[in-house]
């Protein structure tokens, strides 16, 4: 299982569109996923503050598009932590759950109910 984290406008866009694609499709040519081990850092680390944030649940054998494994750019060697991208868009029927994301009062973020299944 992969995590995306999203706007809920945007995933409700995508129902509509008929494929989910984050803006950092056209400006990197893949979309930033995380581990449900990486999920919480990531989003303190790039999506703090109150929004209404929600995390796709992407079952990785139904993405069409290419998924690569690749450290950060910026982490500076080959014991970096490696996050999923896949290089495409991806279809509804790969998302198999939505879940809210948290946000405390101070901002931070913290696990969805449910990530911990995902874990398992």
Known sequence: MILHITTRGEWEAA?????YVAPSLAT???IHCSTPEQLVATA???FRGP???VVLCID???????????APTHSGGERAERFPHPYGPLDLDAVVDVLDLP???DGTLA??????RLMG
């Open 15 to 19: 129902g509509a569109a008929g494929a």
């Open 28 to 30: 990197e040519g893949f």
């Open 44 to 46: 303190n680390a790039y």
């Open 51 to 53: 929004v209404d944030l």
């Open 60 to 70: 990785e054998e139904r993405v069409t598009a290419e998924v690569r494994w690749e």
């Open 103 to 105: 946000v405390g009062e």
């Open 111 to 116: 696990a969805p109910a449910g990530l911990g």
